[in-house]
């Protein structure tokens, strides 16, 4: 199961209108920034997916795509290019321990080594109109090469 969380209102995500104002510092053809955090469970039978979209979202504030991509549901509409960060295997993942956690109290069953949890963050971005920007040079601002996988792709890309 993959789940999407994201704001209803990017001007709820504090993180975002701050990497958006450092992005634009940086590269003033930056329009704007959105932040999508991922969750992937898989082999995790005792939670269904919405159980575990009330788990891990806030509902007033935040919508939950459960298996689709919130990109293709209209988030940031003039979006160009979006990164995917995750931890790199064998990295300490604390939100990933804590998920874990978190399922394992809610329902009382020990999770087991077929269990799957990772996490990711998805920076979206979108541009000023013919700015030309190289989405890939923005990479290295959003993760550490040591601990981090990065994969960026751009809106033509996505929909080929």
């Not at 634009?24 to 959105?34: D, Y």
């Not at 209209?74 to 990164?83: E, I, N, S, Y």
């Not at 990065?150 to 996505?158: F, L, M, S, V």
Request: aromatic letters at 8%; charged letters at 25%; one cysteine or more.
């Amino acid at each position: 199961m993959r789940l999407e969380i994201l704001y209803k209102k990017q001007e709820y995500d504090g993180r975002a209108e701050r990497l958006t104002k450092r992005m634009q510092a940086l590269f003033p053809e930056t329009r704007s920034l959105g932040i999508i955090d991922i969750l992937l469970l898989n082999g995790i039978d005792s939670i269904g997916d919405e159980e575990a979209a009330e788990l891990f979202a806030d509902t007033v504030a935040q919508r939950v795509f459960i298996n689709r991509p919130a990109l293709v549901e209209g988030f940031m509409p003039d979006w160009q290019a979006a990164l995917e960060v995750t931890c790199k295997p064998g990295v300490t993942n604390p939100l990933a321990i804590t998920t874990v956690q978190t399922i394992e109290t809610r329902t009382g069953v020990k999770l087991g080594p077929e269990a799957l949890v990772q996490t990711a963050r998805q920076y979206v971005f979108s541009f000023r109109p013919g700015a030309g920007t190289d989405p890939g040079k923005l990479k290295s601002h959003f993760y550490n090469a040591l601990i981090e996988n990065a994969e960026i792709i751009t809106r033509p890309e996505w929909q080929a």
